[in-house]
C-alpha cells in the first residue's frame, strides 16, 4: 500500500512558476514510474508528466518547455515544477504512482492550480 500526500498547489499570475510536491510513504521500495495528471472542469484527465525508476521523463505537448518532472528517492517525492503558467493550466492536479509488478496506480488527493489572466 501507498499513501501519497500533494501540496504547493495555489493561485499565481499568467506567466508565474508554482511547484508541487507529493510524498509517499508505505511500500515506497517498490515504486516504479510517478507522474502528474490534471483536470479542469468539464475536462477529461490529462497526463502532464510522468518520470520513470530510471529518470526517464516525458511530458504533454502543451507542457513542454514549461514544465518539469523530477524525484528525490531518498524523499520519496515527486516534483512538478511549472514555470511560465498559462490560465488553460488551470485545474486539479492528480499525483500518481506505479509500484514494479503492480499495474494499479495509487493517486493522490489532488491540488488545486488556478493561474490568472
Known amino acids: 500500500q501507498v499513501q501519497l500526500v500533494e501540496s504547493g498547489g495555489g493561485l499565481v499570475q499568467a506567466g508565474g512558476s508554482l511547484r508541487l510536491s507529493c510524498a509517499a510513504s508505505g511500500s515506497t521500495f517498490s515504486i516504479d514510474t510517478m507522474g502528474w495528471y490534471r483536470q479542469a472542469p468539464g475536462n477529461q484527465r490529462e497526463l502532464v508528466a510522468r518520470?520513470?525508476?530510471?529518470?526517464?521523463?516525458n511530458y504533454a505537448d502543451s507542457v513542454k518547455g514549461r514544465f518539469t518532472i523530477s524525484r528525490d528517492n531518498a524523499k520519496n517525492t515527486v516534483y512538478l515544477q511549472m514555470n511560465r503558467l498559462k490560465p488553460e493550466d488551470t485545474a486539479v492536479y492528480y499525483c500518481?504512482?506505479?509500484?514494479?509488478?503492480?499495474?494499479?496506480?495509487?493517486w493522490g488527493q489532488g491540488t488545486q492550480v488556478t493561474v490568472s489572466s
Open positions: 500518481y504512482v506505479q509500484r514494479r509488478l503492480y499495474y494499479q496506480p495509487y
Open positions: 518520470i520513470t525508476s530510471g529518470d526517464s521523463t
